[in-house]
């Protein structure tokens, strides 16, 4: 059982070039999520999804893209890199909201340079 | 708004218990968490509590709860080399949003 799986794990991007970074859970999991947390800060919410079809804005969407065309992928894209969207990404996944616990990935770390 | 705030870094001996402190804004969360992070891996679940809870314990970790302070924290027990980490303590909001702290560096010394 893989779990949540991130790829790529490293990335270095130059401004304005795009990209997505890969994000797919075994589980069967409903709810997905994408956070990004940069240094010395907690975790915040880029985008999340409660089912495929449908997604939502977290915190943070400004500069990202979501779609949830399956169950298990839930890509999120960067349109124009810039140097503010430097961070390690994280994607999540849990059965529903609720009590349950979200299930993380190792991590994507991005640099745009 | 809501907010979660936790020291930034906690250094303790091995065979020493450890706490963990975390303070939160939001009134109406439902759920609280503690998230453990080791080096280049995502966030591993600890333990969580639920809101009209002042107390969990799951062998080495006790977790307590002051709703009226809105202050929780994580105890470890006999702290081992092992349990060096970054730990991050979470509320879930009556969205169902998870708004994380900053996270606390544990540093255990032999």
């Known amino acids: 059982n893989a779990g949540v799986t991130q790829t790529p794990k490293f990335r270095i991007l130059k401004i304005g070039q795009s990209m997505t970074l890969q994000c797919t859970q075994d589980?069967?999991?409903?709810?997905m999520y994408w956070y990004r947390q940069d240094p010395g800060m907690g975790l915040k919410l880029i985008y999340y999804?409660?089912?495929?079809?449908?997604?939502d804005k977290g915190e943070v969407p400004n500069g990202y893209n979501v779609s949830r065309s399956t169950t298990e992928d839930f890509p999120l894209r960067l349109e124009l890199a810039a140097p503010s969207q430097t961070s390690v990404y994280f994607c999540?996944?849990?059965?529903?909201?609720?009590?349950?616990?979200?299930?993380f990935g190792d991590g994507t770390r991005l640099s745009i340079l | 708004g809501e907010d979660v705030e936790q020291s930034l870094f906690l250094s303790v001996r091995e065979g020493d218990s450890s706490v963990i402190n975390c303070t939160y804004t939001?009134?109406?969360?439902?759920?609280l968490y503690w998230y453990k992070q080791e080096p280049g891996a995502g966030l591993q679940l600890l333990t969580y509590?639920?809101?009209?809870?002042d107390m969990k314990q799951d062998q080495r970790l006790t977790v307590l709860l002051n709703k009226k302070d809105k202050h929780l924290s994580l105890r470890i027990a006999d702290t081992q080399t092992g349990d060096s980490a970054i730990y991050f303590c979470?509320?879930?909001?009556?969205?169902?949003?998870?708004?994380f702290g900053q996270g606390t560096e544990l540093s255990v010394k032999p």
């Open positions: 939001d009134s109406s969360s439902t759920y």
């Open positions: 979470a509320e879930r909001n009556q969205g169902g949003k998870l708004i």
């Open positions: 999540a996944s849990s059965y529903t909201g609720g009590n349950q616990p979200q299930h």
């Open positions: 589980m069967n999991h409903n709810y």
């Open positions: 509590i639920f809101s009209n809870m």
């Open positions: 999804s409660v089912g495929a079809g449908i997604t």
